[in-house]
């Protein structure tokens, strides 16, 4: 959960710092976008090729040399010369995280036992709250005294720091040294090709969307339209993750209660998209509520759908990685264009237009729980 925290400092800070690299090489929203894209197929691309290597290897090993890669990457980014080697290395750094994400989903959930599985999973998603509150809020403050270079190094520093302690904490499992064990193309084609995978992944790209939206934009649109201090852009901007902080471990307990993933996802879907228009108001107060209620309800979407994806390969647990993996990179390598989409309206029809755009998008995305069985 700490090597959690980290990676999604590393994960947000640089959405959070962009109004100073923008002003330091002529840049604007659209070079974001960009940015953000590069980093988005980098973490969504390499999900399922990580979920392989995961399932042959085991997950603590692949989870500590994903936590390094991301790292590593992301501190040279605060040595970069220009936005095209911080492009290239945002790409490294979504390559790290994607080893890293899956997992990190099946420790946490075998160190907690069978029965607190969504519990496990949702306190690893409020360890990624944790994370953005500091990426998006922290790293401003840091930005305005250190820099945004000093940050980057930083959080780069910390990350590597973590993969060391992850290699020296993490227990050795049996499967790791099953040297018997042999990848089998039939399993892997036959996780790929589950229509309840598929359509979970496209669920959660919903979510991504909405989440990606507020999260890549949030404090820029803040300070670049509304005109807010940076600081206080950054905490309006990290409210959805405090308030992530603390629903999904609920929304995990309630999945371990209940069950249904299909009406718990699709209610989330459908408010946190609703809400998401307030954005739209360019009313400050409108927005934080839209803000709070967004966050809450896209917690569950991404809590909800890890634990399902887990629960559905359960017969296969050495591909169960594979899963958790598949589902996410279906989300983050579908999602990489809204960023690019989303600078692009904005720089030709507004903000309004985007935000509005943006909620409906993420009410079609979520439509496809409705198949799930």
Known sequence: ???????????????????????????????????????????????????????????????????????????????????????????????????????????????????????????????????????????????????????????????????????????KDEDEIQKKFRIKISHVLETLFNKSLIILGFTLLGFQAGSSMILTFGVFYFVDHLKINPLEAGLIGSLSLIVALLSSPLFGRIYDKIGNAKKLLFISGILSAVSMIGFATDSLYVIIISVIITGFFLSAGFVIVYAKAKEINKSQPHYQTLAVSYVNGISLFGVFWIPVLFSIIVNRLGYEIAWLLGGLAVILLVLPVLKLK
């Open 1 to 171: 959960m700490l090597a959690r925290i980290v990676y999604t400092i590393n994960w947000f800070n640089i959405a959070s710092i962009f109004y100073l690299i923008a002003s330091d090489f002529g840049e604007n929203i659209a070079m974001l976008g960009i940015i953000s894209a590069s980093f988005l197929i980098g973490v969504g691309l390499f999900q399922v090729p990580a979920g392989v290597i995961a399932a042959k290897h085991g997950a603590r090993k692949i989870a500590i040399y994903g936590i390094m890669i991301a790292s590593s990457a992301a501190f040279v980014t605060g040595l970069a010369s220009d936005t095209t080697q911080i492009t290239i290395l945002r790409f490294l750094v979504g390559i790290g995280m994607a080893c890293f994400f899956g997992p990190s989903v099946i420790l946490v959930s075998r160190y907690l036992g069978k029965e607190s599985e969504g519990l496990g999973i949702g306190l690893l998603n409020s360890a990624h709250a944790l994370g953005g509150i500091l990426g998006l809020f922290g790293w401003v403050i840091l930005a305005g005294t250190l820099g945004w270079r000093a940050t980057l190094i930083l959080s780069g520093g910390l990350g590597i720091a973590t993969a060391i302690m992850l290699g020296i904490a993490l227990i």
